[in-house]
RNA sequence: GCGAGUAUGCUGGAAUUGGCAGACAGGCAUGUUUGAGGGGCAUGUGCGUUAAAACGCGUAUGGGUUCAAGUCCCAUUACUCGCACCA
């Protein structure tokens, strides 16, 4: 048969269209189960081979999932809010929502010619005036739990471009597009109080299926940790409060560190003596990313604070004060103990400043390098040099310490979290806007919900503002309206929503997504429970997910959603690198479109390539060779037909593995194992091309196996044999007692060494086993004595000979 | 800097989770089929000594545990990703 994989491919495609194969119903009987890839964003580029990896995989995961008779969900959607539509539109003075129009329709006719089994019927943008409408409402609901407040922030400021920057886009502190030097300018910002939910957002992990590596993702940027904040005074008047994790080194404190960013330092400043360097310090941090700041060898910069001193509380010791950009004002009390005897940062600050130092935990010497707590803590390790708990081990001071500071009521035990109050606003123009109005007598006010949703303007001409306010706030007759409270003049919010918004609960949607009542029924959110499998790239892990979890656990918490956690299995994929083995790039010239490939190899030889390529959690460099094999062994496939007899059933010979087949590829599948359901399909391929002839029903049976992840070729070679579609079928079922075979081969050792092979029944008793391994090693042990003989049962037999 | 991950032949990777390292592919080589090939078939291919049998070595590096280590433990190195306005 001639492999026109233009034809076939599009003629199935219109099949599945026209029958309408994978449009999921709400309320099917059937069991639901709701995979989902992250929605793309829709860039000029087109779609990239790293997308057609994870669509293909989760894609033979629906297939199977189907013919194993689930009511399955596979929906796709468009996340098209963002800053690089908006560039291109103003460069080239037309609307975003056009630009992103022409690259939807490129981006869907890209998955459409790789066969994805999405239910297109689901589909939406979040830029879509329906969609945005129920982002903004979600957003009101925020603002009137008291969720979303507003807050001065100082972001990084190019003077030239005037427009607010990433830390990615300032990077060493200067613009990334024009290299002008960047700087802080305060803004006032929309926050939501996400840091509210920090331990609701940590237990809930216990209630998901997320990948280990996921799990610690989220632990880690959530960040906890647990010690005790303590009150310092400062001589002359005045306190401040400290957060530490080890209390137990209280006595050891030289100085303290404040952040110069910081608010401590501002309400000193009348008393500093120094006034000017202090200043000059500040300035310089105000320039540095808080990434910059706490990198260890740049820890040690800083300045005294001249002409104030503070008393340690639990001994009355007079300590100086320093200014330190390793400190960051806006984690814990933006201050911190230092204890240079017990902490390498510390440490090495007080040698570059020439400070004091006191050693409290005895256990090793501390003139080269500080005895920091995960050397010291669980080692029985006691205090010295601290009054009445010298002589206590680490664990037990701790516990007295804290006692004691909290009964004198100057310290308190707190829980610390790194995960701050999510920052809401944008300055930009292609986002959801915020529906918040300002009027001089009212203050900020919600707009009504039933004048949802709030458009953005239709206009082509928009440049940023000369102050860093959106471009929005050009637009005045967007701006000016009325107060929905007295009905005066009044302003609206001009800044626009992240883009992480509208990725939020855009799984929600697509449970019930042309519901024009609510953003989604109880009901259609009962019925399909939640996402069973939601497979997205690492650099989502930790952020898009954990704004995710937010957003679901406060529509849970005011009763609009039936879980608190609404995503099971979180897994994620590894990249498709340019067969250089670097990231796919237009400067780097390694960029594959699949398009081409699916023009010149066809989509199935893609889609059987990018499962093949290997472990789908890692990186993959890209090979057109290794392609052009798998290519192959499609036509090979393609060849065994010609090998169909008469016979029926499957023979006494290949059912073995047959079933093992069947049992490795389910279990593959479902465990992201999918170069090896791919490997284990060329074995059985291989081992029906030895045989002289085969049944209908086993090379039935390969296709049907194949079919999830290459489905055309299949269904067009079932159609030929007069089966009925695949896609119609039901998955194989597999008999255990038929995939374990009764005689194995298990290995002889000889002192760890393997030095023959026996032959024995499945279970073999020892016995048995032990005089077919002696005869067969009989040489080799004549004039040695056995020391010791381990058996394993089915699995190895070794003899330890001196 | 902090957090996470990775390291196996010439290449991509596999290894039932402590039990025969290199499955399955790619590449290369030799042979074969046909006038031809991004074709089919066959054979070989971790490294070393060797005609071969056989033996020795071998999973980033250095130690350790064990009858047995790619897999477990300790230390080290290199690379990749995330770090809050890229998506």
């Known amino acids: ?54 669509y293909t995989a989760q894609d033979a995961l629906a297939r199977m999932k189907r013919m194993q008779g689930y009511n399955v969900l596979y929906p796709m959607g468009w996340d098209a809010f963002g800053a690089p539509a908006e560039q291109y539109a103003i460069k080239n003075h037309i609307h975003p929502k056009d630009a992103v129009k022409e690259n939807i329709k490129t981006f869907k006719g890209q998955m459409k010619d790789l066969g994805f089994s999405f239910d297109w019927s689901r589909e939406f943008s979040t830029t879509d005036p329906e969609y945005y409408k129920w982002t903004q409402w979600q957003f009101l609901q925020f603002y009137k739990h008291g969720m979303a407040y507003k807050d001065t922030i100082p972001v990084n400021w190019c003077p030239t471009c005037k427009s607010v920057l990433s830390n990615e886009d300032a990077a060493g502190g200067v613009c990334e597009r024009c290299g002008t030097e960047v700087v802080q300018k305060e803004k006032s910002q ?168 006191i050693q409290v935990i005895d256990g090793r010497d501390t003139t080269d390098s500080a005895f920091e707590k995960h050397d010291y803590l669980g080692k029985g390790c006691k205090l010295i040099n601290s009054e009445e708990f010298t002589g206590l081990t680490v664990e037990d001071a701790k516990e007295a310490i804290t006692e004691k500071l909290v009964n004198k009521g100057i310290a308190r035990r707190v829980n610390n979290y790194k995960m701050r109050d999510w920052i809401f606003s944008r300055q930009r123009f292609w986002g959801e806007p915020i529906p918040m109005i300002y009027c001089e007598k009212c203050g900020w006010q919600p707009m009504d919900e039933k004048d949802l949703p709030l458009l953005l303007p239709d206009v082509a001409e928009y440049e940023p503002t000369e102050d860093g306010e959106s471009p929005l706030a050009n637009i005045k007759t967007w701006v000016n309206t009325t107060c929905p409270h007295c009905g005066g003049k009044a302003k609206r919010e001009t800044d626009t929503m992240p883009n992480w918004a509208g990725s939020s609960w855009y799984f929600l949607r697509f449970m019930d997504a042309h519901n024009d009542k609510e953003f989604a029924s109880m009901d259609a959110m009962k019925y399909w429970n939640r996402v069973d499998w939601y497979n997205g790239g690492m650099e989502h892990t930790a952020r898009h997910l954990l704004y995710a979890r937010f957003w679901v656990q406060f529509l849970y918490n005011i ?49 059987i390539y990018e499962m093949f390529m290997g472990d789908y959690t890692q990186d993959a460099p890209w090979s057109t060779d290794s392609l052009k094999g798998c290519k192959r062994f499609i036509d090979k496939v393609i060849r065994l037909k010609d090998k169909v007899g008469s016979g029926e059933g499957y023979s006494k010979k290949l059912e073995p593995i047959i079933h093992k087949t069947i049992k490795k590829v389910e279990n593959d599948l479902s465990t992201m194992a999918y170069n090896t359901a791919v490997s284990s399909l060329m074995i ?119």
């Open 1 to 54: 048969m001639e492999y026109n994989h233009k034809k076939i491919e599009k003629k199935w495609q219109n099949y599945w269209d026209e029958k309408q194969t994978f449009k999921a119903v709400t309320g099917d009987k059937k069991e639901p189960y709701y995979i989902l890839v992250e929605f793309p964003y829709p860039s000029g580029a087109g779609l990239h081979v790293g997308h057609v990896r994870s």
């Open 190 to 357: 929309w926050m939501l109080r996400m840091s509210d939910y920090s331990e609701d957002l940590l237990k809930g992990l216990d209630d998901t299926n997320f990948a280990d590596r996921v799990k610690l993702g989220q632990i880690n940027w959530i960040g906890k940790s647990t010690g005790v904040e303590l009150d310092v005074e400062i001589v002359g008047g005045g306190k401040f409060s400290i957060f530490t994790t080890c209390i137990e080194t209280v006595y050891g404190i030289t100085f303290f560190v404040i952040a110069p960013d910081g608010k401590l330092i501002k309400e000193l400043m009348p008393r500093v003596k120094n006034k000017e360097e202090v200043n000059k310090y500040i300035n310089e941090t105000a320039k540095k990313s808080s990434m910059d700041r706490t990198e260890l060898n740049k820890g040690k910069t800083g300045c005294k604070v001249e002409g104030i001193m503070a008393i340690n509380p639990v001994n009355g010791m007079e300590v100086p004060i320093f200014l330190g950009d390793f400190v960051l004002g806006d984690y814990g009390t933006g201050a911190v103990m230092a204890v240079p005897s017990h902490d390498q940062r510390d440490f090495e600050y007080a040698v570059e400043h020439n400070l004091e130092m």
């Open 559 to 607: 009763g609009l959603v039936p879980k608190k956690e609404m995503i099971w299995t979180r897994v994620s994929h590894g990249m498709v690198l340019g067969s250089n083995n670097e990231k796919m790039s237009k400067s780097k010239g390694n960029v594959i479109n699949p398009d081409d490939i699916v023009k010149e190899f066809g989509a199935d030889t893609l889609r």
């Open 684 to 802: 059985l391929a291989n081992s029906f091309d030895d045989e002289k002839s085969i049944t209908k029903d086993e090379y039935h049976l390969l296709l049907t196996l194949l079919n999830p992840i290459a489905p055309h070729i299949t269904e067009e070679l079932n159609e030929s044999l007069g089966f009925k579609p695949i896609c119609e079928s039901s998955w194989p079922k597999y008999d255990e007692s038929k995939t374990i075979d009764s005689e194995i081969e298990i290995p002889v050792q000889l002192n760890g060494k393997v030095k023959a092979t026996i032959k024995i029944a499945l279970d073999s008793e020892e016995n048995i086993v032990k005089e077919k391994a002696h005869s067969e090693v009989a040489n080799l042990l004549e004039g040695k004595t056995i020391v010791k003989e381990i058996y394993v049962k089915n699995k190895i037999y070794n003899i330890v000979v001196k």
